[in-house]
């Protein structure tokens, strides 16, 4: 979990947007999160709900939900 935060803190020092996510108790390392919509879907929602569509896709910010460790995002 150590080097994932790493990974989160060199991203948003460069000027990257995120919101880190750890979830726990998600079977496969994470690779299952799919499968949990009910843990997951809530913090997507509240991302998405932030877009501005006039922008357009180059204009969103990243968003990376970590799970167990490994990272699922969206690049």
Not at 11 to 24: C, D, I, P, Q, V
Request: aromatic letters at 14%.
């Amino acid at each position: 979990m150590k080097l994932i935060r790493e990974y989160y803190h060199a991203f948003t020092a460069a000027g990257g947007s995120a919101r880190f996510e750890l979830f726990y108790g998600i079977p496969g390392n994470g690779h299952l999160l799919l499968l949990y919509p009910d843990r997951w879907r809530p913090i997507a929602d509240q991302f998405l709900a932030t877009l501005d569509p006039q922008k357009g896709p180059e204009a969103l910010p990243q968003f990376c939900a970590f799970q167990a460790g490994l990272p699922v995002a969206r690049s």
